[in-house]
């Protein structure tokens, strides 16, 4: 018998509800992001560091996911999802809050702590919110809702940069950090209305034993095996570290590439055009949306990561306007590809779906290496050929999508349009009872003829 409900089982009022509250959450994670890559060039000017030592900061903020998250998962597991959107909240705007002194004792390691606070916190809400939405209703559509939400995190994720680019390097707070004390000010604000609420609303928990049971009912019971043989999440995980890794490294050297190529871009252009960047990757999460409602979701990711390490080599040896018009389409590919993995990865895990999200959202600690390694080649070659490390997290990426592909493709055959498998299996049930009561009925009526003969 299993206690709380699947998200097929909400009403549509409830799943409205539910919906658009964890989806504010993407937008609170996509701000601090996107003010993370800005603060990357701009704590360069102040401090007087190295490319590779500024990316300290995504070291801090991405290694908290590889050691917070599962922390997170089986926090979830035990006390449910709202409870850990709670503990989440209160980490982020605690970390956001000791900015304050840390500008004002102009500390960089201060910085790179509370980043790391920060980090912990948006690992724990990245649990809850993308494992909560996956679930939300039909498997069929969970690569599309998961692209839904994650597009709002898009668009705070532009807004952070265009912010700083007015604020951070224009005139006298080209040096200064005054201004970082107050935007983080406002982070922690958000967290802490946030963190209310949630207190005061409603969120229908969707558990692990509902899950299995819509599972098992149909006849998978792939969840009965031990959580080290659900080889499509853990392989999730090794695809979604390497291809986090190479987005964070494609964004953590942005303004900087877009500064060296020769065109005129100085540093606030460059920033600028880096909220550019972030709105086409933006554009291209909603036009994820629809085709995910009509693509297997497997077989476009396999597509747009060859397309993503296509278009990282054109940035790495493009020269000029043709390495950026390569960057910014790089970003159009990158669009759908974390959301698509963490739901294949999370696909029917029944019990294990909540340790399932922990792994692959832990796979997000992949930006705490590629980073450095493609800093430690802008410092001693150049920017441009920095990119050749993110061109392998996408091979990775492409080999576990086509992987996935090639499997479904041996089990059932080729698909080229997205199905809902438990509701599929739940037909076939259905059909196959039908056709046996029919059998029976026959069977029974040819008996009374023989024996009334």
């Given at each position: ?12 009022k ?23 890559d800005?603060?990357?060039?701009h ?9 590779t030592k ?7 903020y ?10 997170a998962?089986l926090?979830m597991e035990?006390y449910g ?5 709670h ?6 705007s ?11 004792y ?7 702590g ?8 948006l690992?724990c809400?990245e ?6 939405i ?22 705070a ?7 700083a680019?007015?604020w951070?390097?224009?005139g006298k ?6 201004t ?28 692990q ?10 006849g ?15 392989f999730?995980?090794?695809a979604?570290?390497a ?5 964070v490294a ?12 020769g ?6 252009l460059?920033s600028?055009?880096?909220s ?9 999460r909603?036009?994820g ?14 597509f ?9 080599l ?13 960057l ?6 990158e ?7 963490f ?21 997000v600690?992949?930006g ?10 802008a410092?001693?070659d ?24 090639i ?6 055959g ?16 259905a ?18 003829f023989?024996?009334?003969?």
């Open positions: 018998m299993s206690s709380g409900v699947t998200g097929n089982e909400l009403s549509r409830q799943w409205a509800f539910a919906f658009a509250l964890v989806t504010s959450l993407f937008f609170t994670w996509g701000f601090a992001y996107g003010l993370l800005v603060l990357n060039a704590f360069q000017q102040i401090f007087d560091i190295g490319k500024s990316t300290l900061l995504q070291l801090a991405f290694g908290a996911y590889l050691v917070y998250a599962p922390i998962s926090f035990r999802y709202k409870k850990g959107i503990m989440g909240l209160t980490l982020y605690l970390g956001a809050i000791f900015f304050w002194p840390s500008a004002v102009r500390n960089y390691g201060g910085f790179v509370c980043t790391f606070v920060i980090g912990c916190g690992s809400l649990v809850a919110a993308n494992s909560y996956s679930v939300l209703g039909s498997p069929k559509y969970a690569a599309a809702r998961l692209n839904f939400s994650q597009g709002f995190q898009g668009v994720s532009f807004a952070g940069p265009m912010i680019s007015r951070f390097f224009q707070n080209a040096t200064s950090l005054d970082v004390q107050w935007v983080y000010l406002a982070v922690a604000g958000l967290g802490l209305v946030l963190n209310i609420l949630f207190y005061f609303c409603t969120l229908p928990e969707i558990t034993d509902a899950l299995a049971q819509e599972m098992h009912e149909v998978l019971t792939n969840d009965n095996e031990s959580f080290w043989k659900q080889y499509r999440c853990i999730g995980w090794v979604q570290t291809y986090v890794g190479a987005q494609v964004a953590s050297l942005a303004v900087n590439f877009l500064a060296e190529q065109v005129g871009i100085d540093k606030p460059a600028q055009l880096f550019y960047c972030q709105i086409t990757f933006t554009v291209g909603f036009v949306v629809v085709l995910l409602n009509w693509v297997d979701p497997a077989l476009l990711l396999s747009y990561a060859i397309a993503c390490c296509a278009f990282s054109g940035v790495t040896y493009g020269p000029g306007l043709s390495g950026v018009g390569c910014f389409a790089l970003f159009f590919f669009s759908i590809c974390y959301p698509v993995i739901t294949l990865g999370t696909k029917n895990l029944g019990r294990h779906t909540k340790r399932g999200s922990g792994l692959i959202v832990m796979g600690g992949g705490a290496w590629f980073p450095p390694a493609a800093g430690h080649i410092d001693t150049s920017t441009a050929h920095s990119y050749i490390v993110p061109f392998a997290g996408y091979v990775a990426m492409a080999i576990y999508a086509i992987g996935i592909t499997d479904q493709a041996r089990k059932g080729f698909r080229f349009r997205t199905i809902d498998e438990i509701a599929q299996k739940r037909a076939q049930l059909e196959e009872k039908k056709d046996g009561s029919d059998s029976d009925i026959d069977k029974k009526g040819s008996e009374e023989i024996e009334s003969a």
